[in-house]
């Protein structure tokens, strides 16, 4: 199991602070949902923890090792990313795409490919090109691209937001579900669907981590009312927990 590491990141854009002094360790399995208000700096964290950007200061360690002196094909290996945007250079096809996902593994079981596509229900769209993909089909590609090498590291930023309800649940869950053996940190929106399917949540607040805790454990805190701004009322269901959040 590959465990990742951080050591007093700094992010700085300008007169801009994103990431203000975090530090944290994250063993090698485990499904953790990252929460916060929006500018809170839950994807510019994601984008170091990736080596998508690098830090203005501090380090990211990968399974012990310095992010930074890793190879890039090494890395690609080991850690899946799902961007919040994405726009490919080239007009490809919905197989090409995955195609072009599988390539960064060193070896990949044969069926992986076919296993994918229907996973994600891709088999009709496998001729289709990006644009003229919509917005749902073009999350569940971009999904499919990084899943297939199935990394033990997935680092997702909002994976399921232009989903419709029944495949955002799916998509959630499937997520989570990599954390019994795998790692996986998912930046998400909804509350409700962070603390009904992750085990454990990261509450960033202006650039810092102010929470770091068990889903079970953290839900009842004040803490929560106060990042957010709002008042939530607490409802305990059959399947878990629901937020409903009010102004103050």
Do not use: C
């Not at 079970?216 to 008042?231: C, H, Y």
Request: net charge neutral; no cysteine; glycine share 8%.
């Amino acid at each position: 199991m590959i465990g990742l590491s951080a050591d007093n990141l700094v992010v700085t854009r300008g007169a801009a602070t994103l990431i203000d002094d975090v530090s944290l360790a994250i063993a090698g399995t485990g499904s953790i949902a990252v929460i916060g208000p929006n500018g809170a700096g839950k994807s510019s964290l994601l984008k170091v923890l990736a080596g998508i950007d690098a830090p203005t200061s501090g380090r990211v360690l990968l399974g012990g090792r310095d992010l930074a002196t890793m190879p890039k094909a090494k890395r690609a290996h080991t850690i899946g990313y799902l961007p919040q945007y994405f726009d490919p250079h080239w007009d490809l096809t919905v197989g090409e795409l995955v195609t072009l996902g599988a390539e960064r593994a060193e070896r990949l079981p044969r069926d992986a490919m076919a296993r994918t596509i229907s996973a994600f229900e891709l088999a009709g769209l496998q001729r289709r090109r990006w644009s003229t993909l919509s917005g749902g089909e073009r999350a569940r590609v971009l999904l499919a691209t990084v899943l297939v090498v199935d990394p033990p590291v997935l680092l997702a930023d909002e994976p399921a937001a232009s989903l419709d309800i029944r495949h955002r649940l799916e998509v959630i869950q499937a997520l989570a579900r990599r954390g019994a053996d795998r790692l996986s940190i998912v930046v998400v929106h909804d509350l409700d669907l962070a603390f009904g399917f992750f085990d454990r949540i990261i509450v960033i607040d202006r650039g810092r981590i102010v929470a770091n805790a068990p889903a079970n454990e953290l839900i009842e805190n004040p803490l929560l009312d106060s990042v957010f701004a709002v008042r939530f009322e607490r409802v305990k269901t059959a399947d878990g927990w629901l937020l409903r959040g009010t102004l103050p």
